[in-house]
Structures are given as structure tokens and as C-alpha cells.
């Protein structure tokens, strides 16, 4: 299906059936062992993740998100003794953080949250500082206090797991998944350097170092971005008229040897590839507003105008989504509802721990 120029997309246009059971659970066997659907153009390639590199060419630009996912989710009780569910976003100065969360019945500021026993077992303890941005706001700012003087990350590192999305449903064994070792490795990426993410630039979990070889031995260069995923990504569109949606902020940053190897890329005619849509949300955010280093709310939607990427590697991703949007943007609207129907047909496994798909840039 194709429309117009001048077409006012809805939610409803970015729908599509997908069966449950193509919903990826777990990752696959090896990292680079995924399935690849080349959709430069019509039919797509069927590959697998690992003969990325024999499609791009000596000179191209590879740029990945090196953001690293912390252990974000933590469990713990009120002063009653009723349970709670923190999920940080973001990290700020003296201890404070901010954070979603998940208790039957919202404290009042100044209650004091205990986690891991508290600070006096040898846990930590949260206090309620106020809602975030105002009195209204999703998010709760809370200020953490552990017994031996520790860092949220380092409250993060001993006592929190990793907050999985919640289209990954796993059985509870004691209150824990059985599967969270797994998880630890392989919901990051062998990029990951920089904390701050509650969830994994997910096209980057198919490269391992014989995929990296493989791109460096062709010619293929590299570089690095940070953007730290909120679980703002998983909330979804409340509006049918897509123009209606605010995005939800996200903090990125952009070294001057990626801004250097971008302009080394564009001088030699080589193309830029960007390995996930938070690269893309990153590169072309800084080309609209100059900024290495800022907060993003970029909303990508058909018609946006590209200045960077050239190339897309990406996850198959959720209906009636944002992301949905972005790479619809990106490669065509028609072309990728088109990709998407033969991906379902085809079993191709979906989100985070699914497989991958290559995307070039469409003609404006």
C-alpha cells in the first residue's frame, strides 16, 4: 500500500498482524546466528546475521550505540511492609535518581522505601523526594542511601537485575527467572561501555567479534555514539493522530572522532550505517540542532527529512509503534508494511532477542 505525499498518517497505518508465538523469548543460540532479511530492495535477501559484512562496501561508516544497560530494576517495601517496584532512569547528582514506580498505593514525599533489607541489613534504603518533572509528573525523584556510602550505581551493580521489556514473559522460580544469568550477557551488547540504559540498542545484539573481523577485513569503518535508552520506548501511542504524540526524552552524546569519521565518510563517498534507530535518533537529532551532546525528543515519522544515515540495520519491531514509524520514515512506508507482511509469513522471529533486517534510505 502507498499514499500520497501529502497523506496525514494515523496510528492505524502502522498495524499489522503478528502472531504471538513470533514474539522472540529468548536470544538465539549464537549472537550473529540470526536471521538477516536484506530489504534494500523487493524481493529481500534471506541471510544470516553473520553475512552483514559482504553487503556493505570498502569505506562505509558502521556507527553503534555503546550505551550499556544497568541493573535498573529493584525490588523492595514500604515502611508498611508493602511491596514496590523501582525502575531508574536516570542517574542525577548526591545520590538522587529518577525513577518509575510500580506499589499499590503511591507514598507520600519523605517516606523512606526500604530495598535488600534496608541500610541497616546491609541493603539500601530510598527516600521520597517529590514527583518528577512537577507535582503530576511519571516519574518519581528519590534520593539513595546505602549503609556503606555507595553510588546508585554501585546500589544498581549489587542489587537490582535487569529490566527485561515487557513483551518478554518468562516463567518465576522463587521469585526470580531462572534464565537472568543468560540474560545478564546477552541483553548487552559486546559494545556496551557507557551506563545508563534500561534497555539494549537491541539491533547491535547480533554483532560479535567475528562479525567486527569480518567488517574490519572488508574495509568497513567503525564508530561510536551513546544514547541511554528510557523505558520511555516501550510506552505506547495513546493517539490515533500521530502528530499528537510526544516523545519521551533521552540524553545522547556524540564524540568529536565520530563527528570526524562521519566527514572522512562523506569525503571518500562512502555511506553511513547506522546499527539501530537510537543512532539514527542520535545522528540526525545533532544534525538538526548542532549539539553533540544533549537531550533528544526527536519524532521520527514519514516525511522526515534525512541527513545522515544512509543505511539501517534494525529489529522488527512493534506494531502501532514509534519505532514502527522511524523505519517507515526511513526505507518507505509501503516498502517496509510490504517487508513487514513477509517477515510474518516467512516465521521471522520479532523484538529484542528477534532477528534483524538491513534498510537503505529511500529516494525523497
Known amino acids: 500500500m502507498t499514499f500520497p505525499a501529502d497523506h496525514a498518517y494515523t496510528l492505524g497505518d502502522f498495524d499489522f498482524a ?106 539500601f534504603d530510598a527516600v521520597l523526594l517529590a514527583r518528577w518533572p512537577d507535582a503530576r509528573g511519571p516519574l518519581f525523584r528519590l534520593r539513595l542511601q546505602g549503609g556503606a556510602g555507595e553510588t546508585p550505581w554501585e546500589l544498581m551493580r549489587r542489587h537490582g537485575h535487569l529490566p527485561l521489556p515487557p513483551y518478554i514473559r518468562r516463567e518465576q522460580a ?84 565520530t563527528l570526524a569519521a562521519i566527514a572522512r565518510c562523506r569525503a571518500r563517498g562512502g555511506r553511513v550505517l547506522a546499527i539501530g534507530t537510537t543512532t539514527v535518533r542520535t545522528l540526525e537529532s545533532w544534525a538538526r540542532t548542532g549539539l553533540s551532546s544533549a537531550d533528544t525528543d526527536i519524532f521520527i515519522t514519514p516525511g522526515f527529512d534525512f541527513r545522515v544515515v544512509d543505511l539501517l540495520v534494525t529489529n522488527f519491531h512493534l506494531p502501532r509503534s514509534t519505532l514502527m514509524m522511524l523505519v517507515s520514515a526511513f526505507a518507505g512506508y509501503g516498502h517496509v508494511m510490504r517487508l513487514y507482511r513477509h517477515a510474518v509469513a516467512q516465521r521471522y522471529r520479532f523484538f529484542s532477542y528477534g532477528d534483524a533486517m538491513l534498510l537503505q534510505r529511500a529516494a525523497p
Open 18 to 123: 503478528l502472531p504471538p508465538e513470533l514474539i522472540a523469548q529468548h536470544p538465539a543460540p549464537e549472537r550473529s546466528g540470526s536471521r538477516l532479511l536484506d530489504g534494500r530492495r523487493w524481493p529481500p535477501g534471506e541471510l544470516i546475521f553473520r553475512q552483514l559484512p559482504a553487503l556493505l562496501a570498502p569505506g562505509d561508516l558502521m556507527v553503534f550505540n555503546d550505551t550499556q544497560v544497568v541493573k535498573a530494576r529493584l525490588f523492595g517495601e514500604k515502611g508498611t511492609g508493602g511491596q514496590v517496584e523501582l525502575l531508574i532512569e536516570r542517574v542525577l547528582a548526591d545520590g538522587q535518581v529518577l525513577a518509575h514506580m510500580k506499589v499499590s498505593k503511591k507514598p507520600a514525599p519523605g517516606a523512606r522505601l526500604h530495598f535488600a533489607g534496608g541500610a541497616a541489613q546491609g541493603g
Open 174 to 257: 522463587g521469585g526470580h527467572d531462572r534464565h537472568e544469568a543468560e540474560d545478564n550477557e546477552r541483553y548487552q551488547t559486546i559494545f556496551a561501555h557507557t551506563p545508563g540504559a534500561v534497555a539494549a540498542p537491541t539491533a547491535a545484539l547480533h554483532f560479535d567479534e567475528g562479525v567486527l573481523a569480518a567488517l574490519s577485513e572488508r574495509g568497513v569503518q567503525s564508530a561510536q555514539v551513546t544514547l541511554h535508552v528510557g523505558a520511555g520506548t516501550f510506552q505506547p501511542v495513546k493517539t490515533e493522530n500521530i502528530a499528537e504524540h510526544h516523545m519521551h526524552s533521552e540524553w545522547y552524546c556524540i564524540p568529536p572522532e
